[in-house]
């Protein structure tokens, strides 16, 4: 990645200009050209450098359930319960944090009542309980990445 | 103008827009061809669900962790009820917040109400960033607590998640 790709990538976080010839706008903006814009975020693509390309989702419009949880899961069965969640199509960016809850984790269902059955199975398959926490105001979703 | 995609269209438009924007000179005039319209109209939907806040950004969703942005800190906070929309309010606008939520206690096991994602390429950095963003709020006294992650065991999305988890947790 280099300096312009920086500048590329930053600027890219800000949104892409919703008009007819956004790669133009851009490219004029950027003093390069719209082939050259395109290639670079496809190589960024295909490097893995970025995820994805397009609108982002307000999550509450899309209908489905979601919410965050937590296990405090004991040291000694942390990945054999890991792989349990690993397994479980609804689990969704699970990751170790440091503190007695020390699995976090986000669960995505299609209904409400999907979110309190994956709950009530992971406890039954792990026998340790839930912390369930849906969001209950929405304060800020920034994801800025100053690169 | 009014009456742009019918409904069929509107929907077969946002599946199309859930796997990303074609990176074409027109996406536009792309994505109209695809559904049987034409670009004006398209450019008017999006424009009409941006309005609408069915989007948070049109742009790009960046792999944070692998461009050095290793260091993740979920602020978790007690924060008096008659306070917290204030309080989120004004964390949620501060530099370096990227994610802020009002979530439920759990009492006594989770005592905390207020949830700030910040990230940072060193632990180091990211403690001092809130050590400030505390201290400037008149939040230094209130009950916290900082969990860092340590690891990440699923990073990309279950099946209903879309990107935007990605970093909700991360």
């Avoid at chain 1, 312009?4 to 919703?18: E, M, S, T, V, Y």
């Avoid at chain 1, 199975?121 to 304060?139: D, Q, Y």
């Avoid at chain 2, 109400?113 to 990230?119: A, E, G, P, R």
């Avoid at chain 2, 403690?127 to 690891?151: K, W, Y």
Wanted: hydrophobic share 40%; net charge negative; charged share 25%.
């Amino acid at each position: 990645m280099d300096e312009f790709d920086r500048l590329l990538i930053n600027r890219l976080q800000h949104g892409l200009p919703l008009v007819r010839h956004p790669w133009e706008a851009l490219a004029e903006e950027l003093g390069s050209t719209s082939e050259a814009l395109r290639e670079r975020v496809q190589a960024l693509l295909d490097d893995g450098t970025l995820t994805r390309f397009g609108p982002m989702f307000d999550i509450d419009r899309l209908g489905g359930a979601f919410t965050l949880a937590a296990l405090s899961v004991p040291e000694a069965r942390f990945d054999e319960v890991a792989a349990q969640l690993e397994a479980m199509p609804e689990v969704a960016h699970n990751y170790r944090r440091e503190h007695r809850w020390n699995m976090w984790f986000v669960l995505g269902c299609e209904t409400p009542q999907g979110i309190a059955e994956s709950i009530a199975r992971i406890e039954a398959e792990t026998g340790l309980a839930v912390l369930n926490l849906p969001k209950e105001e929405t304060f800020h979703v920034g994801l800025h990445f100053p690169v | 103008m009014t009456g742009c995609l019918n409904d069929l269209q509107a929907l077969q438009l946002r599946r199309l827009l859930e796997g990303g924007l074609p990176l074409a000179a027109r996406p536009y005039q792309r994505l109209a061809e695809q559904i049987g319209s034409v670009e004006e109209r398209v450019l008017e939907q999006i424009q009409r669900w941006q309005e609408e806040g069915l989007f948070r950004r049109f742009g790009l969703v960046l792999k944070h962790r692998a461009l050095g942005f290793r260091a993740n800190a979920m602020l978790v906070m007690d924060i008096p009820d008659a306070q917290v929309d204030e309080v989120g309010r004004r964390l949620g606008q501060a530099a370096g917040v990227n994610l802020c939520y009002q979530r439920p206690r759990r009492l006594p096991q989770w005592p905390y109400n207020l949830f700030c994602m910040v990230h940072g390429r060193e632990r180091e950095q990211v403690c001092q960033l809130i050590e400030r963003l505390l201290a400037d709020n008149g939040l230094s006294d209130v009950p916290h607590q900082l969990l860092f992650s340590t690891r990440a065991f699923k990073q990309c999305g279950g099946r209903f998640a879309p990107p935007l988890l990605e970093v909700a947790n991360g």
